[in-house]
């Protein structure tokens, strides 16, 4: 996971409280991604950035919301965290491979529990 | 909806057999990848073969892509007890750095020694 960390790694919370994950990167790579890990259901993208404050969403991004204010750090916030985002969340940053492929470099994850 | 679907769910060999696994998908792709996750880790990308391609190679893989049925393969050869892990494919519309990748729900491939 080099080049790229996630913070914090777990986390406990309760129903209705703001929850801010954070990932940081060094790669200086233009696009950042949030995606969300649920059995049954794979990886699904949250949000993902193409730049400083440049932001669009992805398929499940109801209840979140995202900042990018440097090129380094993005923020994926739940303003009032409810259970059935319980989930592993992962912040990936895209590595341009030969001919401008789209290939993802993940962090470590991050474990949220809403009780 | 998931766009790309992986077969079998779960797969179990032994030390030093070949494991297959698949995926299909439902609309046209610019390329397909595979991607790797072990337990309590990130997925990490294995390798990728573009709509034009039919056949990859990288070491122990081989990725096969047949776009008529809109489905790829991955193969492991001589497989290890380290490629235990989960195994993902990943379909991408288009070439770039924005094409947002769509991901399949997962393969479990457990190595026994």
């Known amino acids: 996971d080099a080049g790229i960390t996630q913070s914090p790694r777990h986390k406990v919370t309760e129903t209705g409280t703001p929850v801010t994950l954070r990932c940081h990167q060094t790669?200086?790579?233009?696009?950042m991604y949030w995606y969300r890990q649920d059995p049954g259901h794979g990886l699904r993208l949250i949000h993902y950035?193409?730049?400083?404050?440049?932001?669009d969403k992805g398929e499940v991004s109801d209840g979140y919301s995202v900042s990018r204010s440097k090129t380094e750090d993005f923020l994926l916030t739940l303003e009032s965290a409810t259970s059935s985002q319980t989930s592993v969340y992962f912040c990936?940053?895209?590595?341009?491979?030969?001919?401008?492929?789209?290939?993802?470099?993940f962090g470590a994850g991050s474990r949220l529990t809403v009780l | 909806s998931q766009q790309g679907e992986e077969d079998p769910q779960a797969l179990s060999i032994q030390e030093g057999e070949n494991a297959t696994m698949n995926c299909s998908y439902k609309?046209?792709?610019?390329?397909l990848q595979w991607y790797r996750q072990n337990s309590g880790r990130g997925l990490v990308h294995l390798i990728l073969?573009?709509?034009?391609?039919r056949e990859k190679h990288s070491g122990r893989l081989r990725v096969t892509l047949d776009t008529s049925k809109k489905s790829s393969s991955l193969l492991i050869t001589a497989s290890r007890a380290a490629d235990t892990a989960s195994y993902f494919c990943?379909?991408?519309?288009?070439?770039?750095?924005?094409?947002?990748?769509?991901f399949g729900k997962g393969i479990t491939l457990s190595v026994r020694p």
């Open positions: 950035s193409y730049g400083v404050k440049d932001t």
């Open positions: 073969i573009r709509s034009n391609e």
């Open positions: 790669e200086n790579h233009r696009y």
């Open positions: 990936a940053i895209s590595l341009d491979g030969a001919s401008g492929a789209n290939v993802l470099t």
């Open positions: 609309t046209s792709i610019n390329n």
């Open positions: 990943a379909t991408a519309p288009n070439t770039g750095a924005n094409s947002k990748l769509t």
